[in-house]
């Protein structure tokens, strides 16, 4: 996912086979618009005495023993509610971890994709944990469509590699296999992502008399209903979420996943400019589950663990 200033970017590294995400045919609840807390997020905590990061943390957060964390959780298998609810995915299971060595509790509260790092400005949320690419343009707070400074920009912890694909109805690909056979074609995408500014850069590309339309949507799962339907020739979101899709909808009888992934970029947690003290203590954080093996358990226990990082590095998305 990503945004005009909220982007999520991808990488060429494929994650794992989603035949390994434990979660298979999972029913997923949206509600993408929903900017409540969610009661049933079970992101995990403990108690400062026994958390080893927890002198890291401003006291403000650890006097408080929570963390608010902006997510849009409508993408699995990153973040999303299973049939109970609960929210749950790769993000969370990693957020948990983190509280653990941090001594808090992270708790996903959902929003739109695309408000995300307004959230984060305008005090509503601690940090932004949503499959979020690192880039430049979200660094330093400008729009990509303009190249105008829309805010001053946030940091970013990072934690993951992945990459941006595009999928088709199963059996009926149109003949698209990349980027350049969708000139002439209907593409789906979430709104502010980063699927969406590639196609807005491929359509400047296709000749006269092959335009390609862009319908943008508040969340994936509109994406995927719009495709399932027809309505489009295709859809494209992050990898993880693409096969995801291949994978659960229709018992795997509906999607399929065409050509390669495009766009190389960390996924990183984002924290406002002068947050430096919860910045760095997130990236302690999730170097020490690094360390410790619970990062590869998780990303095993959701097929991502082809998009591992050795390190979490700060702002390293170019």
Same mark, same amino acid.
């Given at each position: ?48 005495? %026994? ?31 299973? %049939? ?20 808090? $509790? ?194 095993? $226990? ?17």
């Amino acid at each position: 996912m990503t945004a005009s200033s909220t982007r999520r970017t991808t990488a060429h590294s494929r994650l794992a086979a989603v035949g390994a995400i434990a979660v298979a045919g999972a029913l997923l609840l949206t509600g993408c618009g929903d900017q409540t807390k969610d009661k049933n997020n079970d992101s995990g905590s403990a108690s400062t005495g %026994s958390a080893p990061l927890a002198d890291k943390l401003p006291k403000e957060l650890r006097d408080k023993g929570e963390i608010k964390v902006g997510s849009d959780i409508a993408y699995a298998p990153v973040e999303f509610k299973d %049939s109970s609810g609960k929210v749950v995915g790769l993000d969370p299971d990693l957020a948990a971890a983190m509280g653990k060595q941090l001594g808090v $509790k992270l708790t996903f509260e959902n929003g739109t994709f695309d408000a995300l790092l307004t959230g984060l400005r305008s005090g509503r949320y601690d940090i932004a944990m949503s499959a979020m690419t690192d880039n430049k343009n979200r660094q330093e707070g400008v729009d990509p469509d303009t190249g105008k400074k829309v805010g001053e920009g946030v940091d970013f912890v990072d934690y993951l590699t992945a990459g941006v694909s595009i999928y088709t109805r199963k059996g009926d690909t149109k003949g698209i296999t990349s980027w350049s056979d969708l000139c002439g074609k209907k593409l789906a995408v979430e709104r502010g992502t980063v699927s969406e500014d590639l196609a807005k850069q491929e359509a400047k590309k296709c000749p006269a008399g092959k335009k390609l339309t862009i319908e943008p949507f508040d969340d994936d799962q509109q994406s995927q209903t719009r495709l399932r339907s027809g309505g489009v020739d295709a859809a494209s979101s992050d990898f993880p979420v693409a096969a995801y899709a291949v994978k659960t909808s229709g018992g795997g009888k509906d999607f399929q996943v065409v050509g390669d992934q495009v766009e190389a970029a960390p996924y990183g947690i984002a924290v406002a400019k002068n947050d430096t003290q919860l910045r760095d203590a997130l990236q302690a954080a999730m170097n020490a589950i690094i360390k410790n093996g619970d990062y590869q358990k998780i990303l095993e $226990k959701w097929g991502a663990e082809d998009g591992a990082v050795k390190e979490s590095a700060v702002n390293g998305g170019k």
